[in-house]
């Protein structure tokens, strides 16, 4: 199974983004989805996740501004992004994690926010 990442690209301070997130097929046992995000010069830092199904957590920086979901059906993974600010400015990648240990990345979209 491989994700593939979507919906980057240039917005302006203010604006939206949805980024998507696709399997190329059907992972059982998930207990983790999530995106990180990794700026020039900076380490990787998790911005969002949806932990047992159930359960989401932010970041503090992108709380009220960012949400993510997850469509089963469809076996992908969303993150709308509002009020972007330049700070956003970076590289998304998802990930899924699953009970026992399996680990899938997608391969990362870029987001830039101008001011």
């Known amino acids: 199974v491989q994700l593939q990442a979507s919906g980057g690209g240039l917005a302006q301070a203010g604006g939206s983004l949805r980024l998507s997130c696709a399997a190329s097929?059907?992972?059982?046992?998930?207990?983790?989805v999530g995106w990180y995000r990794q700026a020039p010069g900076k380490q990787r830092e998790l911005v969002a996740s949806?932990?047992?199904?159930?359960?989401?957590n932010y970041v503090d920086s992108v709380k009220g501004r960012f949400t993510i979901s997850r469509d089963n059906a469809k076996n992908t993974v969303y993150l709308q992004m509002n009020s972007l600010k330049p700070e956003d400015t970076a590289v998304y990648y998802c990930?899924?994690?699953?009970?026992?240990?399996?680990?899938?990345w997608g391969q990362g979209t870029q987001v830039t926010v101008s001011s």
């Open positions: 949806i932990t047992n199904g159930v359960t989401t």
């Open positions: 990930n899924i994690r699953t009970y026992d240990a399996t680990t899938y």
């Open positions: 097929g059907s992972i059982s046992s998930i207990n983790f």
